[in-house]
């Protein structure tokens, strides 16, 4: 059974820190790029980093030189190490295989910048 649990949201002041993580099961977590995503209220979801079964990363121009995406196949697990925070960067964190097909969506984690 594939399952995509995110976690390590939070309440943070403009100017903070966070780490999420995802972890994935049900898959063959090393041989996929997988992709950290987001979606604000009243927006459609957007990707904002994502990385290759290589380690090649690639970030969004809205989170480029903030945001940090990196994995660790040992333990099936993504991670997105988020410094500078805004409060644009307030919505609800996903990841999920970029490649398709895409893989049942997790419950997310809720991030919230307060300014």
């Known amino acids: 059974q594939v399952q995509l649990v995110e976690s390590g949201g939070g309440l943070v002041q403009a100017g903070g820190s966070l ?12 041989i996929n790029t997988m992709g950290w995503y987001r979606q604000a ?18 970030s969004a ?13 040992a333990k099936n697990t993504v991670y997105l190490q988020m410094n500078n925070l805004k409060p644009e960067d307030t919505a609800v964190y996903y990841c999920n295989r970029y490649t398709p097909p895409t893989l049942p969506w997790g419950q997310g984690t809720q991030v919230t910048v307060s300014s």
């Open 19 to 30: 780490r999420l993580s995802c972890a994935a099961s049900g898959i063959s977590f090393s």
């Open 41 to 58: 209220p009243g927006k459609q979801r957007e990707m904002v980093a994502r990385i290759g079964s290589g380690g090649t990363t690639y």
């Open 61 to 73: 121009d809205s989170v480029k030189g903030r945001f940090t995406i990196s994995r660790d196949n």
